[in-house]
T-cell receptor
């Protein structure tokens, strides 16, 4: 079983719609959760971090964490073509080691 | 505040050669992690250095090694290059608590 699982997609949504990206993780002791955006040929860029159960909003992005279900999600409201990228979910077990476990990423296509 | 700097950006090497990649973390960050990214395997953890000590190591052969200097700059070395080592090598910089990791632009290594 992989540490972090994501649907590889592609996920296609029309411009202006809500894109919903999901991620599950296997280690129940995980404490820190992150979403990265990676454009083709570029390095991952941190867009959201979440550490406690519930929702965290930042602009058009909302991260949701449910530790009981070991589930993390990212909602992108009013999706734009510029949001088209691969979104990586990452998890840190929080043992003071900066070793992040990454999912394989979900490719998002936002169609104009 | 300067970001994470990786050099060089691109490298072409021949099988059997060795290569050294460099990473300068964000000022004040003492933790540097290295990842290999390939289309088939995604982001895979190589190792993490904190205050010149390797704290964690991924599942890579001994041909992959690294070190960290007193100014937190890190180098990664790959000896006896194989075709399969062709990848994007990413360095991530984190603060002491490991709450977030910030990536450099990466070094694209091509082994021919």
């Amino acid at each position: 079983q992989k540490e972090v699982e994501q649907n590889s997609g592609p996920l296609s949504v029309p411009e202006g719609a809500i894109a919903s990206l999901n991620c599950t993780y296997s280690d129940r002791g995980s404490q820190s959760f992150f979403w990265y955006r990676q454009y083709s040929g570029k390095s991952p860029e941190l867009i959201m971090s979440i550490y406690s159960n519930g929702d965290k909003e930042d602009g058009r992005f909302t991260a949701q964490l449910n530790k009981a279900s070991q589930y993390v999600s990212l909602l992108i409201r009013d999706s734009q073509p510029s949001d088209s990228a691969t979104y990586l979910c990452a998890v840190n077990r929080g043992n003071n080691f900066n070793k992040f476990y990454f999912g394989s990423g979900t490719k998002l296509n936002v169609k104009p | 505040k300067a970001g994470v700097t990786q050099t060089p950006r691109y490298l072409i090497k021949t099988r059997g050669q060795q290569v050294t990649l460099s990473c300068s973390p964000i000022s004040g960050h003492r933790s540097v992690s290295w990842y290999q990214q390939t289309p088939g395997q995604g982001l895979q953890f190589l190792f993490e250095y904190f205050s010149e000590t390797q704290r964690n190591k991924g599942n890579f052969p001994g041909r992959f090694s690294g070190r960290q200097f007193s100014n937190s700059r890190s180098e990664m070395n790959v000896s006896t290059l194989e075709l399969g080592d062709s990848a994007l090598y990413l360095c991530a910089s984190s603060g002491d608590r490991g709450l977030e990791a910030f990536f450099g632009q990466g070094t694209r290594l091509t082994v021919v």
